[in-house]
């Protein structure tokens, strides 16, 4: 990483060496160098950043320590910072600024977190490329005519690019692992529950889930700690067991470790070089003692359909708030219903409709026993096959996404072939699970993820086994190949 690790600067920082305002200034100095060709940021507010980081570097100063005390982060643009624009990707917002803090982002600036940039992402977190933002989409690193994947794009660009050492995007179906795993970055998406949903912008809420994303493991514990913990706003929250180690993870041991491999995941749909890269992975793992088996989790096959069936019914529950009245421009001229409707459709991209409509379908009279309450039961099933899985070893290794970053407009005129790239990443959020992306490796140059997948709360040990990988691979500190003018 072109700037450092979080650990690294957190040790910088403690020590003396570095201050908040440097990092800081170093961020927008690679933002204002960078950001014209990767179009990760859609808005700053520099003043009130350096004036944060300020502050931080007199907590430092006051011998003060915390995790993330004077880091630059970024945020994906459908969490609120109180103040600043929350657009969520979408045109409907425009204007709007967020008149509070999410729980995520008070406790990060509590602890003295800088916020840096409000990143792009397709559309109300809608898509798995970044193509469906509102604004021009953000673009791979390791290759500028490639996706970023998303739909957290503008968060793991930031990160893979060095804007920040950290940043936060949310995951529903899949939002950090997929662009991780294109960008050679590790991201987490926590168990349901773990990480307060009030604040970050509703897409699907019986799926959505904010995570961090960063260069290695170590970093997003760092950020981790400081957000955990039950938040009256979100009556879903719970608290983390082994909270307590995020603030200096230490690498699992591996030795006897158990690890799944389910056989739908590496069956017909995984490119072949990509499958490449996977097994030499999964041969660090064995080297040190891990036992690798198969194992099979029957019913993957429904999770596509699943997902979408409910991801797109909530959708269109959760997004008739905008409507003109309360957020956004409102259309001119009509009567009501005209101006809702006219506000609606000027407002929202091709893909929110579709899905609003695929939503509204599936919870219609007639149609809800068929389609909706249907895959209410696949997903008991789906989790069921994870339970069942978890009895027989400790944590599950799969593929992030069938293959590496596309080039763009590969598949925006194909809905169901974009929603394909999500095969992999959608079992998990259906059944609550955490699960993490990290580097792997590469094919053919272009970055290839591995997941970990592992049982509820169980997060902590997740990223102790992903410290561990990464203290033997060097895959997460690869660079991209930009320019990469840093500050004196
Ligand atoms: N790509 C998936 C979708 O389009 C996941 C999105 C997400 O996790 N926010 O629904």
Known sequence: MAVGTAVDWREGLDAGDLSSEALTRASFDRIRALDVQLHAVLATDEARSLELARRADARLRAGERTPVLG??????????????????????????????????????????????????????????????????????????????GGSSSGSVVAVAAGYAPLALGSDTGGSVRLPASF????????????????????????LDQVGPIAPSAGDLALALGVMVGKDPLDSTSVDLPGAERLA?????????????????????????????????????????????????????????????LICTSEVSSNLSRFDGVRFGPRAAGGSLREMISDSRDQGLGAEVKRRILLGTFCLSKGYYDAFYLKALKARTLITRDFLQAFEQVDLLAAPVSPGTAFPFGTKTDDPLAMYLADAFTVTAPLAGLPCLAMPAGFASGLPVGIQLIGSALSDVMLLETAQAFQTLTR??????????PLPA
């Open 183 to 206: 960008c050679n970055v590790t991201a987490l998406r926590p168990t349901y529950g773990v990480l307060s949903r009030y604040g970050l912008t509703a897409m699907a809420s019986s």
């Open 248 to 308: 200096a993870l230490r690498p699992r041991s591996l030795k006897g470790l158990r690890i799944g491999l389910p056989r739908e995941y590496f069956g017909e749909g995984l490119e072949a070089e990509a499958r490449g890269v996977l097994d030499t992975a999964l041969r660090v793992f064995a080297d040190q003692g891990a036992e690798i088996r198969e194992i099979g989790l029957p019913h993957t096959r429904y999770a596509i359909d699943t997902y979408y």
């Open 71 to 148: 880091l630059p982060i970024v945020l994906k643009d459908n969490l609120h910072w109180s103040g600043v624009q929350v657009s969520c990707g979408s045109r409907v917002l425009d204007g709007y600024r967020a008149p509070y803090d999410a729980t995520v982002v008070a406790r990060l600036l509590a602890a003295g977190a800088v916020p840096v940039a409000k990143a792009n992402l397709d559309e109300f977190a809608m898509g798995s490329s970044g193509e469906y933002s509102a604004f021009e989409p953000a673009r791979n690193p390791w290759d500028t005519s490639r996706v970023p």
């Open 475 to 484: 895959h997460h500190l690869a660079e991209p190949p930009l320019p990469a």
